[in-house]
T-cell receptor, first 113, second 118 residues
Framework: GESVGLHLPTLSVQEGDNSIINCAYSNSASDYFIWYKQESGKGPQFIIDIRSNMDKRQGQRVTVLLNKTVKHLSLQIAATQPGDSAVYFCAENSLSNTGKLIFGQGTTLQVKP | NAGVTQTPKFQVLKTGQSMTLQCAQDMNHEYMSWYRQDPGMGLRLIHYSVGAGITDQGEVPNGYNVSRSTTEDFPLRLLSAAPSQTSVYFC?????????????????FGPGTRLTVT
């Protein structure tokens, strides 16, 4: 079936370095993608999103890149901080059916001081 | 605003028992969804609703029922609990801010209900 998946289950980075978390999706009909952050014991928290008519979107310290040719999504975090330690999920959606969000497996980001 | 609230926070059931997980939002959001999250896994969509009176199935709907009689509430019913339904359940709500570049569709999640079925 169609799915959204992540390449690496765990990413360990040094504080201050940049982090890159990758995601592959398989549903070519998806036209909206979101990154979520989940801290232990909490619900997911929205970070940034991107629509399929864009290939890059920037937020505060975060950038999402979308490559529709290879169905790849990435989240870049600049100057990673200890508070960034969490599990990060990508999710895909179709804007024609915005109630149906499909999540990937998740990547654990560990920030070393 | 309280945002999205879920009750209970923890629940233990015996196999075969039924129960309802409650979810409420006070943001007048049209969309509401239920997800389950198993250890080390992402969230999987159980059921969702695009408005009062309208529900649809997600990826893993079997064993669960939902209804949406009001905009605010979206309860999830387990008809006959099974150990395979042991999981953390998250409710979420959202609204569509528009289709133009720069607009976004953000789901707000509740704190979760941790369910154990023995």
């Amino acid at each position: 079936g169609e799915s959204v998946g992540l390449h690496l289950p765990t990413l360990s980075v040094q504080e201050g370095d940049n982090s890159i978390i990758n995601c592959a999706y398989s549903n070519s009909a998806s036209d909206y993608f979101i990154w979520y952050k989940q801290e232990s014991g909490k619900g997911p928290q929205f970070i940034i999103d991107i629509r399929s008519n864009m290939d890059k979107r920037q937020g505060q310290r975060v950038t999402v890149l979308l490559n529709k040719t290879v169905k790849h999504l990435s989240l870049q975090i600049a100057a990673t901080q200890p508070g960034d330690s969490a599990v990060y999920f990508c999710a895909e959606n179709s804007l024609s059916n915005t109630g149906k969000l499909i999540f990937g497996q998740g990547t654990t980001l560990q920030v070393k001081p | 605003n309280a945002g999205v609230t879920q009750t209970p926070k923890f629940q233990v059931l015996k196999t075969g028992q039924s129960m309802t997980l409650q979810c409420a939002q006070d943001m007048n959001h049209e969309y509401m969804s239920w997800y389950r999250q198993d250890p080390g896994m992402g969230l999987r969509l159980i059921h969702y609703s695009v408005g009062a009176g309208i529900t649809d199935q997600g990826e893993v709907p079997n064993g669960y029922n939902v209804s949406r009689s009001t905009t605010e509430d979206f309860p999830l019913r387990l008809l006959s609990a099974a150990p395979s339904q042991t999981s953390v359940y998250f409710c979420a709500s959202s609204y569509d801010r528009g289709q133009g570049i720069g607009s976004s569709y953000e789901q707000y999640f509740g704190p979760g209900t941790r369910l154990t079925v023995t």
